[in-house]
């Protein structure tokens, strides 16, 4: 099974920019779509924004317009770009494969370590 590790967290004030990047140990060409999740302190692990094999991605809410996912098969690893940060994005981010099954996507992987994303205020 592929596994996944996180980086590109760090502390930046409200209004930055970070990238996440999110690197697999082999090939991601065939996994069907893969997801960044966050966990705030005290909150249960929130899915962020997932991309397909065909490059279709899907956002919540509260980071549409703001955080974009995409997918460099060459180099098995996908991205985070979020722009606009709020004090409200601090949070650990992790990425997983992920698999889609009645109208919701699960993950379907191993946890890594997640990178530390916290924005002042």
């Known amino acids: 099974q592929v596994q996944l590790v996180e980086s590109g967290g760090g502390l930046v004030q409200a209004g930055g920019s970070l990238r996440l990047s999110c690197a697999a140990s082999?090939?991601?060409?065939?996994?069907?779509?893969i997801g960044w999740y966050r966990q705030a302190p005290g909150k249960q692990r929130e899915l962020v924004a997932t991309?397909?094999?065909?490059?279709?991605?899907n956002y919540a809410d509260s980071v549409k317009g703001r955080f974009t996912i995409s997918r460099d098969n060459a180099k098995n690893t996908v991205y985070l770009q979020m722009n606009s940060l709020k004090p409200e994005d601090t949070a650990v981010y992790s990425c997983?494969?992920?698999?889609?099954?009645?109208?919701?996507?699960?993950?379907?992987?191993?946890w890594g370590q997640g990178t530390q994303v916290t924005v002042s205020s």
């Open positions: 997983n494969v992920v698999r889609y099954y009645s109208g919701s996507y699960y993950p379907n992987g191993n």
């Open positions: 082999g090939s991601i060409f065939s996994i069907n779509a």
């Open positions: 991309i397909t094999r065909e490059r279709i991605t």
